[in-house]
């Protein structure tokens, strides 16, 4: 009993740290920087309960591939560490940024997480997204916020973005199963959807009918009422041109010239003008002139060619830039190409202790994606084991959406949850942010742990003395 209360208060002290801590660190200023080690603290605490469950003879609820997958993982970080002569504080830095989040991810693989406890963070989640409207609404009406640092208590729009759409697949989830009226499904969708509507963040556009497309694809014939499909395609389509019409009315002023940088007329002109929008948004060519030979082997003070002035600290690299930088810089080197500069060698850390020889990389050319950030650290072997790693998060998303269980609806949501993070990997270092990635690994190893116990029915134990876990039962629809 102690040590269920022990993880249930880690998990909503993780919950409620994540939401908050950083936004009152960064933004409110109200406490001091290493209070935002927390969650990292938070996981070496659950690291040590895993390790006295799996001495007790605890059996780990997940297939043998991810084994091989995260022992794949750590010889590419080994190789890159090797390969470049890493030093000792930076191989630190980089476990801290690719690793710190994995005892939260075996958790549920390895504790047995009781309906109740489960029903209880669900619930302390869905508090936590909804308290993002009142802040938003003070930062965009009464602070008079640009449209780009409306972003609640996230770091930034974009990530308060994806965790708000997530939360409206999870209220579709509930709905197609029964276990939300429509009335209430519909009142959280809105509440959920309107402060995507009011910051800086086009991915809604895209991440909005992928989450709920995929959750309704997934739930599909056992959705318990007969119009969902109309309420799916519906209610996509009306969020849809209501983020159109509000970023029409109110954002359209930064795109309104067409010299700008950053796009052109609107936010109909961005897509239909692909010259002066989408494509100037995304890809300028600038890559081609960083000079590998400056970044790579330190023989000047400067990063940029002949394109850049000495000393500039800004460039109009974008993110398609970014994606083809690293292949760019690596060109005749297959070696780094393939494992990368070593893990934590090319990122930017608060402590300057952690950061690597290639850290100022990030800082000069302003480096945002993870997929970059992957590729230049652990190399294209190294981020094909990570996408092998979601992959294989989807797949078993998918067989507990089929499994007839009464978790599948969890499944369904998870799956368009994941899409949306594959999206994510090409828009923003999603990977860098606590907030987006230690929900996502949590709620991954849940999805796990409940897509392996119902393939198997019951879950083989090494402890005589432990109760089998018992197969689920059909699924019952809640009463509304």
Not at 216 to 225: D, E, F, H, R
Request: glycine residues 8%; hydrophobic residues 50%; positive net charge.
């Amino acid at each position: 009993m102690r040590r269920t209360n022990t993880v249930q208060l880690l998990v909503y002290s993780l919950l409620i740290f994540l939401f908050i801590i950083e936004w009152f660190v960064e933004e409110l200023e109200l406490l001091p920087f290493i209070v935002s080690w927390l969650p990292e603290l938070l996981s070496a605490a659950v690291a040590a309960i895993l390790l006295a469950e799996l001495g007790a003879g605890r059996t780990l609820c997940l297939r043998p591939i991810y084994l091989v997958i995260f022992v794949a993982f750590i010889l590419v970080l080994i190789a890159g560490w090797v390969t470049n002569s890493v030093s000792g504080g930076t191989i630190f830095g980089g476990v801290r940024f690719y690793l710190r989040y994995v005892p939260f991810f075996l958790l549920p693989i390895v504790y047995r997480f009781q309906e109740g406890q489960l029903n209880k963070i669900y619930v302390l989640l869905f508090v936590l997204l909804l308290a993002q409207i009142p802040i938003t609404v003070v930062q965009k009406f009464v602070l008079d916020y640009p449209p780009d640092l409306v972003r609640g208590t996230a770091n930034v729009g974009s990530v308060l973005s994806f965790l708000l759409i997530a939360g409206c697949g999870a209220s579709l989830a509930l709905y197609l199963s029964g276990r939300l009226s429509f009335t209430r499904f519909a009142v959280l969708l809105l509440l959920l959807y309107f402060p995507t509507t009011i910051n800086e963040t086009k991915s809604t556009l895209f991440y909005l009918p992928v989450c709920l497309v995929t959750t309704y694809l997934l739930i599909g014939k056992s959705a318990v009422n007969r119009h969902s499909p109309f309420v799916v395609f519906g209610s996509t389509g009306a969020l849809l041109a209501t983020f159109f019409l509000m970023y029409s009315l109110t954002l359209d002023a930064k795109w309104g010239a067409k010299d700008s940088d950053e796009g052109a007329g609107s936010l109909a002109a961005f897509f239909l003008d692909p010259e002066q929008g989408v494509l100037k948004y995304f890809f300028t060519g600038d890559a081609q002139y960083v000079d590998a030979d400056v970044v790579l082997n330190r023989k000047k003070s400067v990063v940029f060619g002949q394109r850049f002035e000495p000393g500039i600290r800004e460039s109009r690299i974008r993110r398609a830039d970014s994606i083809a930088l690293p292949f760019h810089l690596f060109k005749g080197d297959i070696v780094r190409g393939m494992i990368g500069l070593g893990a934590g060698n090319a990122g930017y850390v608060s402590v300057d202790a952690f950061n690597g020889r290639y850290f100022d990389v990030w800082s000069y050319i302003n480096v945002d994606l993870s997929v970059t950030v992957y590729l230049l650290e652990v190399g294209i072997l190294g981020f094909v084991v990570f996408l092998a790693l979601i992959f294989v998060i989807f797949a078993d998303s998918v067989r507990l959406a089929r499994s007839g269980s009464k978790h599948s609806h969890i499944g369904a949501w998870w799956a368009g949850v994941c899409l949306m993070f594959l999206l994510s990997l090409f828009y923003k270092n999603f990977v860098a942010f606590n907030i987006a990635s230690y929900l996502f690994w949590l709620f991954s190893g849940l999805v796990v742990s409940l897509s392996f116990k119902s393939s198997h029915g019951r879950v083989r134990r090494v402890v005589a003395n432990e109760a089998p876990y018992p197969s689920e039962p059909p699924a019952q629809p809640l009463t509304r």
